[in-house]
């Protein structure tokens, strides 16, 4: 039996960008918090900044806070309602550091320069987008950005293109901003704490990524010895069912030999009658065994037109439901089709109707439709009238072996719905507001270059059509 391939994500270890990706997205959801907090931090640097200012209202002083103050403000605000439906990605890092270091060398010239009390936290600046960063190299590219900052307020005094920007309060009389053995050991202290800072921050990001790349890889190790089992075992059981199904047929054959020979109404005939019905059972319990282990072979990919597909199902079944006293009806939009294996998605669709017909009282009615449901592709319903999800298997309605009919094997809905997954689609079960029960087979969309493919040529299928 040919079995699909594993993919090159299960068969192999993750690289070091999907690893990446894993760090990232824990790191993401810290970082939102944080850039969200600022909404809440910024309010309190700038009214401290306000209060030192009110002591030495210097014009330029007023005038640059105004205007840091008003520019972040809005920044901030429309950053938090933007990122409340947005995660942040790695390309929206430097936008986020550039603005905060923006802001604080603002704050810093406000409140006094190198001698600034907010001077010190361009070591925490540094530190955290670090660990966000996560690599030297764009460590190093940032590092020259807040580094800068604290060159530019160290030169600036004692090359004298900055006017002296210590407030009143604060110089007691000492000018040690033009002090250069001050300034220059204070920049330096800085520079490498902000150095040692960073590093320190990007081992342990390193140290993280490593340990997320172990895990990661452990569990995909995992996921493809269970995979590859999955396909060993539904392989096998598809090989006990086949080589089951000939002696079984054999043994159904000569039963019914027997029992036209027996008397009629006797208890014999009655005993034989008993091993053919179970014989007979247990044969279709076998082809549903068999339908199931058939997912993991190969598709046989067609354009299939989805009304002729639902005309063949609803055929095949007509018998059935008019035994039962139950109308079927199908719609499928005019020129719809779909990319599947027509024998695979028509037994998918068989199960679900079968299942639809059993639920369903006598005189009520099933319902097929295909349709178009954009952006997400093709979807098939079927609807009945039955009394809907019963309560004890509603939670366990793909599970194997979990049946609420007496001669049910609880294997038609795994099989449907592995086909349906094994298409790149999905099968769910819910009740209708109206009474009864609504499966739905959602298959993915077509491409551009499938579209422009001819369709195949189809029957009465654009109308409603009764099969009982």
Same mark, same amino acid.
């Given at each position: ?24 997205? %824990? ?62 990605? *790695? ?40 660990? *966000? ?11 020259? #950005? ?61 140290? !993280? ?91 046989? !990919?067609?354009? *299939? ?47 679900? #109707? ?23 592709? *093709? ?41 349906? %997954? ?47």
């Amino acid at each position: 039996m040919t079995q699909e391939p594993l993919s090159p994500a299960m068969a192999s270890r993750l690289t070091d960008e999907e690893v990446e990706s894993l760090a990232w997205r %824990e790191i993401a959801r810290a970082g939102r918090f944080i850039a969200q907090m600022r909404l809440f931090n910024l309010p309190i640097l700038l009214t401290l900044a306000a209060l030192l200012t009110y002591f030495d209202p210097a014009p330029w002083r007023v005038g640059l806070l105004g205007i840091v103050g008003l520019l972040s403000v809005a920044v901030v605000v429309r950053d938090f309602f933007w990122l409340r439906s947005r995660s942040i990605e *790695v390309r929206h890092v430097p936008y986020f550091l550039s603005v905060i270091i923006a802001v604080q060398a603002s704050l810093i010239a406000i409140t006094g320069g190198v001698e600034s009390p907010f001077f010190v936290i361009l070591i925490v600046m540094t530190v955290l987008p670090a660990v *966000v960063l996560g690599t030297l190299r764009r460590f190093v590219m940032f590092l020259l #950005l807040p580094l800068s900052v604290v060159w530019f307020f160290t030169l600036g005094p004692l090359l004298g293109y900055l006017p002296a920007l210590l407030p009143g309060y604060f110089s007691q009389g000492v000018d040690f901003a033009h002090n250069a053995t001050y300034t220059l050991t204070q920049a330096a202290v800085m520079t490498v704490a902000m150095s040692l800072g960073g590093l320190v921050a990007i081992f342990l990001r390193m140290a !993280i990524t490593r340990g997320t790349r172990a895990v990661a890889n452990a569990r995909q190790e995992l996921l493809s010895a269970g995979v590859g089992q999955k396909q060993e075992l539904m392989a096998l059981t598809g090989e006990i069912a086949h080589e089951l199904k000939n002696p079984l047929a054999s043994i159904q054959g000569l039963s019914s030999l027997v029992l036209k020979k027996l008397p009629q109404g006797s208890k014999e005939a009655e005993k034989m009658q008993v091993v053919l019905s179970e014989a007979r059972r247990m044969g279709t319990t076998l082809e549903e065994l068999l339908t199931f282990s058939r997912p993991v072979t190969r598709l046989s !990919i067609a354009k *299939v037109h989805l009304g002729r597909l639902l005309h063949d199902v609803v055929v095949l079944h007509e018998g059935l439901a008019l035994k039962q006293g139950v109308t079927v009806t199908f719609k499928a939009e005019r020129e719809l089709s779909a990319r599947c294996d027509p024998r695979k998605l028509k037994q998918a669709i068989a199960n679900l #109707l079968l299942n639809a017909i059993a639920a369903t009282p006598t005189g009520g009615l099933v319902t097929l439709r295909a349709d178009e449901d954009h952006p997400n592709g *093709v979807r098939i319903l079927v609807d009945d009238s039955g009394s809907g999800l019963s309560p004890e298997v509603k939670d366990r309605l793909f599970v194997p072996g979990i049946t609420t009919k007496p001669e049910g094997s609880g294997i038609g809905l795994v099989i449907a719905r592995s086909i349906a %997954e094994q298409h790149g689609g999905s099968l769910t079960l819910k009740d209708r507001p109206q009474g009864g029960c609504r499966a739905e087979l959602q298959l993915p969309p077509r491409t551009p270059q499938e579209d422009s493919e001819p369709t195949p040529e189809h029957t009465e299928d654009s109308q409603e059509t009764p099969a009982s």
